[in-house]
């Protein structure tokens, strides 16, 4: 499996800890963020992931800044991204089954980096459900 990662300067420590948790599992991780604490645009870091989904470079993408709102919706100017916002465990299920995200996205000043962790190994072992949640998800690109 492949993961890339993005983060700003508000998620450094998270990215670290996921990859190192990913690195772990034998994932390979590209890694786009940036590994200082200064401040940094937040879609410099984002296109290289969203290209990797696109490309098929990467199986998945993971996205960190403060809030996580700017790199979802950079990310999801692309259509083959599916991009979810998430500060709980039980939305990144719900990403996963119901919508088939290919990216998660976490708020580093909302939640923990231990609560990140978590949803970092649900986003990976959550399935999409398919089914009547397929059309939907090939309703969801316009162009």
Not at 41 to 65: E, M, N, Q, R, T
Not at 70 to 90: D, F, H, I, P, Q
Request: with cysteine; hydrophobic share 40%.
């Amino acid at each position: 499996m492949n993961i890339s990662i993005g983060n700003d300067h508000a998620a450094t420590a998270y990215k670290f800890a996921i990859v190192k948790l990913l690195e772990s599992k034998g994932i390979l991780v590209k890694n786009y963020g940036t590994d200082l604490n200064e401040s940094v645009d937040y879609p410099d870091f984002v296109h290289p992931v969203a290209k990797d989904i696109v490309s098929k470079k990467a199986d998945y993408g993971i996205l960190l800044c403060g809030s996580a709102n700017g790199v979802a919706m950079t990310a999801n100017k692309y259509k083959e991204v599916r991009a979810g916002l998430c500060w709980s465990n039980e939305i990144v299920e719900l990403i996963r089954q119901h919508n088939n995200a290919n990216i998660l996205c976490i708020p580093a000043r909302y939640t923990s980096i231990p609560q990140a962790l978590k949803m970092v190994e649900t986003f990976l072992n959550t399935n999409f459900e398919g089914g009547r949640h397929q059309n939907r998800v090939n309703k969801i690109p316009i162009c």
